[in-house]
């Protein structure tokens, strides 16, 4: 069976003309620093990132970023080709991921991009297309 860092040993190999364990082991440790940028509870950005994953979620937070307002929720339904019961799902799973917020003002429940959803969206917006 393949030692677990033979591919790594053979990238240095390449990189530096030659590969020691010291070379390894620095190398290890780098990359053990990488780890700790990420978060211990990744759940919270997966299901951000898995709630947005469908184009009428997706659409909505869209809207509701450009409108720079709360919508009322009847005024997806002409925007949207899906049913109202589609529509309020949505808007439940976008609200349970923190992705837009929700008031009610007398019968009428009005929704609101979230900062945390700006921020995707303006964070799609600029790299989109930056990919080779």
């Known amino acids: 069976m393949a030692s677990q860092t ?3 040993e053979r990238l240095l190999g ?3 003309g030659r590969c020691c364990q010291s070379d390894v082991d620095d190398r ?3 990359l053990n620093g990488y780890q700790e940028s ?3 509870d990744l759940s919270s950005d997966l299901n951000a990132l898995k709630v947005l994953s469908t ?3 997706h659409r909505i937070v869209r809207l509701l970023a450009a409108a720079e307002r709360d919508l009322c929720v ?3 339904k002409p925007l949207l080709d899906v049913s109202d019961s589609a529509i309020s799902h949505a808007l439940s799973d976008l609200r349970e991921a923190g992705l837009v917020t929700r008031r009610k003002d007398g019968q009428w429940r009005y ?3 979230t900062p945390r959803a700006e921020a995707i969206l303006d964070a799609l917006d600029r790299t989109r297309g930056d990919g080779e």
């Open 28 to 30: 290890l440790a780098t």
């Open 14 to 16: 390449t990189q530096l």
């Open 6 to 8: 033979e591919r790594l």
């Open 74 to 76: 009847c005024e997806f």
């Open 55 to 57: 184009e009428t979620r």
């Open 38 to 40: 990420i978060p211990a």
């Open 111 to 113: 929704y609101g991009a």
